[in-house]
């Protein structure tokens, strides 16, 4: 069955940076987007950057406008791991990170369990 395990999350200052990252198993990593999505307390699940399944010379990156220019995301399909580098981190970006599977409808059938991000 379908398996997203994130890692990473940490207490950090702002200003400061982490890199989390997403194991996945029990698909065909390499033929899917992967996407991160937080949810910060009291506030609804925001999508945060997404990356297609394309080869890495085709491959798109694409970010909420909340985080554009400070997280980059990235995918090693051979370790069929994704990764979401965050810097500049506000406070404002205190969320749960979950790790998701993502189609051209944006629809996120699979999910993580997510991982804690504090900044302050």
């Known amino acids: 069955h379908v398996q997203l395990v994130e890692s990473g999350g940490d207490l950090v200052r702002p200003g400061g940076s982490l890199r989390l990252s997403c194991a996945a198993s029990?698909?065909?990593?390499?033929?899917?987007?992967m996407s991160w999505v937080r949810q910060a307390p009291g506030k609804e699940v925001e999508w945060v950057a997404g990356?297609?399944?394309?080869?890495?010379?085709?491959?798109?990156?694409s970010y909420a406008d909340s985080v554009k220019g400070r997280f980059t995301i990235s995918r090693d399909d051979a370790k069929v791991t994704h990764y979401l580098q965050m810097n500049s981190l506000k406070p404002e970006y205190t969320a749960v990170y979950l790790c998701v599977t993502m189609t051209g409808n944006w629809d996120f059938p699979n999910w993580g369990q997510g991982t804690q991000v504090p900044v302050s």
């Open positions: 990356i297609t399944s394309l080869p890495s010379l085709f491959r798109a990156a």
């Open positions: 029990g698909f065909t990593f390499s033929d899917y987007t």
